[in-house]
T-cell receptor, first 117, second 113 residues
Framework: EPEVTQTPSHQVTQMGQEVILRCVPI?????FYWYRQILGQKVEFLVS????????KSEIFDDQFSVERPDGSNFTLKIRSTKLEDSAMYFC???????????????FGSGTRLTVV | RKEVEQDPGPFNVPEGATVAFNCTYS??????FFWYRQDCRKEPKLLMS???SGNEDGRFTAQLNRASQYISLLIRDSKLSDSATYLC??????????????FGTGTLLAVQP
């Protein structure tokens, strides 16, 4: 079964440092997403990406965050100048052609646990 | 009002029991509805989509009431392996190309031997 792959599985960083979280979506999917889940809280939408640009972003996704699809396979989330409150599990997800997410939902990666110290 | 609201539980039930989870959503124009399952410190995994006519997948039955903005999940003959957090998930009206998902906080189910 196709998978969304995320690396690293756990990242520890010092406050103020920049981190890059990496994702390899399913190869024939067109829509890519980042979500985060602070421990004990709900999964929250950060950003969606389609046709090489951001299609929607949440209030959480401020200037500290950026996304990029540097080549045909990787999808990255960069967090500049990390804060303690950025500590969370970050999930990448992808979905197929328009409409399929309505029927089949997404495929999520196993997540990157980011710990800011 | 929260966009998607669920009883956080926990629901502690014995093996073999039937358990029902409920969920309400605030946006009446929401497009799509799902139940996801999340094990501790793992990613959400799609359990089933929810259709207006109601749908069943083995021991799991999902129902949608658009008039009441209410979604339910029924699990029959609970197994120990059903222990997890069940997430009610809604997709808002599609204003563009995005199919973003809005998650509830989840309902924790613990099936006891």
């Amino acid at each position: 079964e196709p998978e969304v792959t995320q690396t690293p599985s756990h990242q520890v960083t010092q406050m103020g440092q920049e981190v890059i979280l990496r994702c390899v979506p399913i190869s024939n999917h067109l829509y890519f997403y980042w979500y985060r889940q602070i421990l004990g809280q709900k999964v929250e939408f950060l950003v969606s990406f389609y046709n090489n640009e951001i299609s929607e972003k949440s209030e959480i996704f401020d200037d500290q965050f950026s996304v990029e699809r540097p080549d045909g396979s990787n999808f990255t989330l960069k967090i500049r100048s990390t804060k303690l409150e950025d500590s969370a599990m970050y999930f990448c997800a992808s979905s197929g052609p328009s409409g399929t997410a309505d029927l089949y939902g997404y495929t999520f990666g196993s997540g990157t646990r980011l710990t800011v110290v | 009002r929260k966009e998607v609201e669920q009883d956080p539980g926990p629901f502690n039930v014995p093996e073999g029991a039937t358990v029902a989870f409920n969920c309400t959503y605030s946006n009446s124009a929401s497009q799509s509805f799902f139940w996801y399952r999340q094990d501790c410190r793992k990613e959400p995994k799609l359990l089933m989509s929810v259709y207006s006519s109601g749908n069943e997948d083995g021991r799991f039955t999902a129902q949608l009431n658009r008039a009441s903005q209410y979604i339910s999940l029924l699990i029959r003959d609970s197994k120990l392996s059903d222990s997890a957090t069940y997430l009610c998930v809604v997709s808002p009206p599609r204003g563009g190309a995005t199919n973003k998902l809005i998650f509830g906080t989840g309902t924790l189910l613990a099936v006891q031997p």
